[in-house]
Each structure stands twice: as structure tokens, then as C-alpha cells.
């Protein structure tokens, strides 16, 4: 006979009711232990782990109560079955309210009690695979795969980190590219709606008319095409994280119905009038400037006030310059498990090009020019000259031919981008300038004196990121 994949703890007082349980479950394959009160019971408990037990609640020391309060709370993974001889409806909720898997009236009979056993460890592997679950999710959306050093970055990782087991509405800010999303995707899995649904809604790829149903969801015969009652992404969401991209692309009456939304967590379905409340957590993300919409009257102020309680800043690519390096190697990896190829790095000039690319694409791009060169190589190092035309041009082109035309002069023209290189170099190092220096490919007094010749001052610099 195959032995089942269940250790179960018998509790009773009765000797003989004890041991024919044990005897008729251990027949069956289960590992059966046995206890005649709740204390030995709890020890048996604390010192070996069970899927199940079954315990009377007549007890001659305490009653199982007692046991099911333990066992709830130091070992929840353990499912408690009670048994009594005068069962009633009131103690049979007490003990399900309590966290009992279910409530059995002696006399037993076998079929029963091997019913809810088997009902109690098809629980148990549904519990374990949700960890797993869970843990797969993690590793996939949690913080670490934002891949970044930069200290911008690990300023958003600390933002990030602070709001994410909050209700706060959160705003992520950012060019085309640059994984608001991701970010998105870390906010839920850092918090504790992560085991609820994550749902994300491209606010600017369906028109207004079709976003409203999107969102609330819709009622039979309310529109040309509604053919049945559709159920939308707030309620879809419930208990867990909206996420809308593109959240300026909303029409000015659909931010009317978002502003309730997140005053008052209801709505109605399009050509309902039955109201539904929900438990939804927002993340908003855009690559267009709110405040200058809101001065213009294209976007609603108090709906802007209301999403931007958190506002997340994600950098684009070329303000975090030192990350290419770790961002090439993760990707590198990813690309080379993905089509079977063992790309072992980028020589210097290659790498060079990719530190001096400005990428309007930012990490979308990045990533996309790792793909493509992985696929195309034939060795196992890939050389500037096998990267994208336009990486190279952008490389000869950025600033230098308008520099040198409006100054006629070499020195001078050669001034303006060799100050913008030592600023970048200092920003993506957080102004460290032993790491800058080094980046930079010169000595810590070299860049002193270049920072005095060009006025390079911290405190100036941040005034004018502002």
C-alpha cells in the first residue's frame, strides 16, 4: 500500500475510541500518533510538526479549545479537527471562528473523518502552492529586480520602500521607458495587498468611451455593443492595486468619476445605478508634467492633489550613467538564457559607446539593444562596430557641431560638453569624486581643478535641478 503524505496527532481520553482511530488511519497509510489529554497534546505539537490533528473537547485537564487556540496560533500551518459527543450549532461556529478546519459529532463514523482529513491536507498543498506562488511572484516583481546603484535610484528605492504597506496613492513620474511599471509591480509586491490581484489599465491605448467601461465595468444594453454586464478593473482589483498608466490621457469626465473614486472608494457600472464600494490601493504613473496641465486646465487640480499624495521620480537613463554597467550585465544574462547563446561581455569600445549614448529609449531601449546584439553575434564578445548606426551618431553629433559652429573655436566648443561629462560623471555618483575620477578616467586633483575651471559647486547644481 502507498503510504499517504500526511502525519496526523490523534487527541482523547477514551483509550479505545483512541486507539481504533489511530488503527483505522494508520491502515489507510498515515503516519498516527496518539495523546490522552490537551497538555501531552501540546507537547506532542510543540515537538513534532503534524498536517492534522483530531481532538476531542472533552478533555480530562482542559478542554480542545484550549488546544485549538494553540495550535492557531504557533501552528497555523496545522489543520485542528474537533470532535465532540454532544455537539451544538454554537460551539461548532466557536470553534470554526476560532480558525478550527471543521467540527465532527461522535460517533464518528470512518468515511467522515477520512473525508475531512483528506479535505484538510488538499487545503494544506493549496496553502503550499500559494507560497510558492507568492515567493515566484517576489522573485519576479520584487525591489531587487529594479537593477540600479546610482544614488537617485536608491533615493526611489527608500521612497518606494516607505509607502508601499501604506493606502497612500501613489504618482511614478517618469520618461517612456524608464519601468514605471516595475515599479508599479515592487509597490504591490512589497505591500500586504501582494496576494490580491494586481491590475494594470493603459489609460492612453483605449478612448474615452471604452475606458469608462474598462474602469467601472458596464450594464447590459447601456451602450451600442454592450451585450452582457461586465464587471471592470476596480472591482477586479478589490482588496488589491489598481495601477492606470498614462493617467493624463484621462478625458476631463472621466477624472470627474476617478476624483470620487478616490474620495469615497465607490462608483456605478456605465448605465447602472447600483453603487459598488471597494478596497483598492491606486498607482498612477505618467511621462507628462501634471502641474503644467493643471495650469493650463487640462487636467483637474483636486484630482491631481488627490493622486499625488506619494510621487515616485523615475530617472531616465542617461542621469544614471554608472548603472549601464550592472544594467548590461543583468540583461546580458536574461538575453543569453533566453536564445541559447553564451555572450560573455562588451569590449571597451563597446561599452564606452553605451556609457556616452544619451537614450531617448531609456531602459526599454537598453534592453532592446542588448537583444538585438546577442542575437546578431557570432562570438562571445560584442565590439562597438556590431551596435546600432544611430548609437554611433549620436555619439558624433551630441552638441559638438553646434558648439563649435556658434564659437568658432576648438578649446571653447570642447568646453561646454567636457563640463556637462565631469556634471553627469558626479550626479551618477552621487558627487563622490574618488568614484567620479575614476569614471571619469583621471586623478582626483585633475577633477578638483577642472570643478574650479568649469564652477562646478553641489549646492549650484542642485538649485538648478529644481
Not at 111 to 139: C, F, G, M, P
Not at 281 to 289: C, G, K, P, Q
Request: charged share 25%; proline share 3%.
Amino acid at each position: 500500500m502507498a503510504t499517504k503524505n500526511g502525519s496526523l496527532l490523534i487527541v482523547d481520553d477514551d483509550k479505545h475510541i483512541c486507539e481504533a482511530m489511530a488503527d483505522y488511519l494508520r491502515s489507510l497509510g498515515y503516519r498516527t500518533e496518539t495523546a490522552s489529554d490537551c497538555q501531552e497534546g501540546i507537547n506532542r505539537l510543540e515537538e513534532s510538526h503534524f498536517d492534522a490533528v483530531i481532538c476531542d473537547v472533552n478533555l480530562p485537564d482542559q478542554d480542545g479549545f484550549q488546544l485549538l487556540e494553540f495550535g492557531v496560533e504557533n501552528k497555523p500551518d496545522t489543520a485542528i479537527i474537533l470532535l465532540t459527543g454532544y455537539g451544538t450549532i454554537e460551539s461548532a461556529i466557536e470553534a470554526i471562528r476560532i480558525g478550527a478546519f471543521d467540527y465532527l459529532t461522535k460517533p464518528v463514523i470512518d468515511e467522515e473523518l477520512l473525508l475531512t482529513i483528506q479535505r484538510a491536507l488538499s487545503r494544506k498543498e493549496i496553502v503550499e502552492e500559494n507560497k510558492n506562488l507568492h515567493s515566484r511572484l517576489d522573485e519576479k516583481f520584487g525591489l531587487h529586480n529594479i537593477i540600479g546603484q546610482d544614488y537617485k535610484m536608491v533615493r526611489m528605492f527608500d521612497v518606494i520602500e516607505s509607502v508601499a504597506d501604506t493606502r497612500a496613492s501613489v504618482l511614478i513620474l517618469g520618461e517612456n521607458g524608464t519601468g514605471k511599471t516595475i515599479t508599479a509591480r515592487s509597490i504591490h509586491q512589497l505591500s500586504n495587498r501582494k496576494s490580491k490581484p494586481f491590475v494594470e489599465v493603459a489609460c492612453g491605448a483605449l478612448p474615452e468611451n471604452l475606458l469608462e467601461s474598462e474602469l467601472f465595468g458596464h450594464v447590459q444594453g447601456s451602450f451600442t455593443g454592450a451585450t452582457s454586464n461586465k464587471m471592470g478593473k476596480f472591482l477586479q482589483a478589490d482588496g488589491g492595486t489598481l495601477f492606470l498608466d498614462e493617467i493624463a490621457t484621462a478625458s476631463p469626465s472621466l477624472q470627474v468619476k476617478l476624483l470620487r473614486v478616490l474620495q469615497d472608494r465607490e462608483f456605478e457600472p456605465v448605465g447602472s445605478t447600483e453603487t459598488h464600494k471597494v478596497d483598492v490601493r491606486l498607482v498612477f504613473a505618467t511621462n507628462s508634467d501634471l502641474e503644467e496641465m493643471v495650469r493650463n486646465g487640462e487636467f483637474r487640480q483636486d484630482l491631481y492633489y488627490r493622486l499625488n499624495v506619494i510621487s515616485i521620480t523615475q530617472p531616465p537613463l542617461r542621469e544614471r550613467i554608472s548603472d549601464i554597467p550592472l544594467l548590461i550585465d543583468h540583461y546580458l544574462n536574461m538575453m543569453n538564457e533566453q536564445n541559447g547563446k553564451s555572450v560573455d561581455r562588451f569590449d571597451d569600445k563597446a561599452m564606452q559607446l553605451m556609457r556616452s549614448y544619451s537614450w531617448p529609449g531609456n531602459v526599454r531601449e537598453l534592453v532592446n539593444v542588448i537583444e538585438r546584439a546577442v542575437v546578431l553575434s557570432k562570438g562571445d564578445v560584442i565590439h562597438a562596430f556590431e551596435l546600432p548606426e544611430n548609437m554611433h551618431e549620436d555619439m558624433n553629433h551630441a552638441g559638438f557641431s553646434a558648439n563649435l559652429t556658434e564659437s568658432g573655436s576648438l578649446k571653447t566648443a570642447m568646453a561646454a560638453p567636457e563640463r556637462q561629462i565631469i556634471i553627469d560623471a558626479l550626479d551618477s555618483n552621487g558627487w563622490n569624486r574618488q568614484e567620479s575620477a575614476k569614471m571619469l578616467g583621471i586623478n582626483r586633483t585633475t577633477l578638483y581643478k577642472k570643478m574650479k575651471k568649469y564652477d562646478i559647486d553641489f549646492d549650484k547644481q542642485m538649485m538648478m535641478n529644481q
